[in-house]
């Protein structure tokens, strides 16, 4: 079987997919990769076939804002529309007639595409191909009961709420997710292609594809009224190690194995992931702030940027600063872990049973505080900027109450239970097949 993997040239839309490559490459079929040339190397190393975007924009995590410069004005609902439109909706057409092209040169059978392409439709109607999409984010498609997205609300508990979950739906509607409809809806008819302009664009990957592997757990998601068949939740979809674990994640390990002579009695884990990480006044200072002063480790993953200015500013013994961590080595040690959001991470920490303290507003990132807290595996500050005595009194109350330990230890045996890389891969070719795929978890 020929299978191409298309995705973003976005760590946390590329790396949740390089196990499934792998898995299918090891497996015996012919694996291809359409991405950006960032990611060249990469792909390389795994051993596939890279095949580079052409028309296509290279948006990453690091050239948005040279790209846009306007865009690191934005906040809020204007930064979610301009995102919407600018880096994920006009990349439509790109995107298709570079898998067009490469479809001459690699006649694939099924494509595996990262959902926020939102290709699926013109492969599958335009191209007459299978599609799977992978979705490394929490579930997007709409539901009476899921509350609208990029607000961070939990679900509507009272009629107060449903109308103020009603209003900012049309908000949404007709404000913050408009141009990405019209943008997308007018490529689409550049094909002859009519769709309904009033539809999310967000719930497209849910109706065109084949079937969808949902990263994260469905006790993660919020209760659905309307359960969608096609959608398997596969736990967390982790980056492909290839063999041991970079030096800096090392050290880190090591660190944390000498803590018991230290007497250090709790390790707390911060980052705000690698693209909000620009400013780590945000996160990463209050929270050394909180805790440098207790008797806990503080482990803070810059993502690197400024690494060697916090390194001068925090030399306390108890803080450890790194460019990069391994997570898989650290959790297994980790008693809480502070973060903006980011579901990889949310993902790996719950893998591993460790309750969160989140604080993050931006790329979505309040949709899944917002699932942190419903779900009871950790504190939701609603902010991007907590204070140093918020984030104090949020891990003290998680720490002081086993119950915080024992949901997200109770979430974390549900992902011990799957092998989720094979899971996915069982999903694409029962899909390229023509069959259908087993239940997800």
Do not use: C
């Given at each position: 079987?020929?299978?191409?993997?298309?995705?973003?040239?976005?760590?946390?839309?590329?790396?949740?997919?390089?196990?499934?490559?792998?898995?299918?490459?090891?497996?015996?079929?012919?694996?291809?990769?359409?991405?950006?040339?960032?990611?060249?190397?990469?792909?390389?190393?795994?051993?596939?076939?890279?095949?580079?975007?052409?028309?296509?924009?290279?948006?990453?995590?690091?050239?948005?804002n040279e790209l846009y410069p306007q865009r690191a004005k934005l906040k809020g609902p204007m930064a979610i529309r301009f995102d919407g439109e600018r880096i994920f909706a006009s990349n439509v057409t790109n995107f298709?007639?570079?898998?067009?092209?490469?479809?001459?040169?690699?006649?694939?059978?099924?494509?595996?595409?990262?959902?926020?392409?939102?290709?699926?439709?013109?492969?599958?109607?335009?191209?007459?191909?299978?599609?799977?999409?992978?979705?490394?984010?929490?579930n997007m498609e709409s539901d009476p009961l899921v509350p609208p997205m990029f607000f961070g609300f939990a679900p509507a508990r009272t009629p107060a709420h449903r109308i103020i979950h009603a209003g900012a739906r049309l908000v949404s509607d007709q404000f913050v997710t408009k141009p990405a409809r019209i943008s997308y809806v007018r490529q689409l008819r550049g094909y002859g292609l009519r769709t309904d302009g009033g539809k999310p664009i967000t719930d497209e990957p849910y109706r065109w594809s084949q079937a969808i592997i949902q990263t994260g757990t469905a006790s993660l998601d919020f209760p659905r009224r309307n359960v969608n068949p096609k959608v398997h939740y596969v736990g967390a979809l982790l980056p492909h190690r290839a063999g041991a674990a970079d030096t800096a994640a090392g050290d880190v390990a090591n660190v944390r194995r000498t803590t018991a002579d230290r007497s250090y009695r709790r390790t707390v884990v911060v980052t705000q992931?690698?693209?909000?990480?620009?400013?780590?006044?945000?996160?990463?200072?209050?929270?050394?702030?909180a805790l440098k002063d207790t008797d806990a480790l503080i482990v803070a993953a810059t993502g690197g940027a400024g690494t060697e200015e916090l390194r001068r500013r925090y030399p306390e013994p108890n803080v450890v600063i790194e460019d990069y961590i391994d997570f898989a080595q650290v959790f297994p040690f980790t008693d809480v872990f502070v973060t903006n959001g980011g579901f990889g991470g949310v993902l790996l920490a719950l893998s591993h049973g460790v309750p969160l303290v989140t604080a993050g507003l931006n790329e979505g990132k309040n949709d899944v505080?917002?699932?942190?807290?419903?779900?009871?595996?950790?504190v939701n500050l609603k902010t991007e900027t907590p204070s140093a005595a918020a984030i104090r009194s949020a891990v003290d109350t998680v720490l002081g109450d086993p119950s915080w330990r024992a949901r997200a230890e109770a979430m974390g045996g549900q992902f011990e239970a799957e092998d989720s890389v094979g899971a996915a891969v069982d999903v694409i070719k029962a899909a390229a097949s023509g069959g259908t795929p087993g239940a997800g978890a």
């Open positions: 079987m020929k299978v191409l993997l298309a995705s973003q040239a976005i760590a946390g839309h590329f790396n949740p997919m390089t196990g499934i490559g792998v898995r299918l490459k090891d497996e015996g079929h012919d694996v291809g990769w359409y991405t950006g040339r960032t990611f060249a190397g990469r792909v390389d190393e795994l051993g596939i076939r890279h095949y580079p975007f052409d028309r296509a924009i290279e948006h990453t995590a690091d050239n948005l298709f007639e570079d898998i067009r092209d490469v479809q001459q040169r690699f006649p694939f059978d099924v494509v595996v595409a990262d959902n926020t392409m939102f290709i699926q439709r013109l492969l599958a109607v335009v191209l007459g191909k299978p599609v799977v999409s992978v979705v490394p984010i929490g992931g690698t693209v909000d990480n620009r400013d780590p006044a945000k996160l990463m200072v209050p929270t050394i702030e505080n917002a699932r942190v807290a419903y779900a009871g595996v950790g």
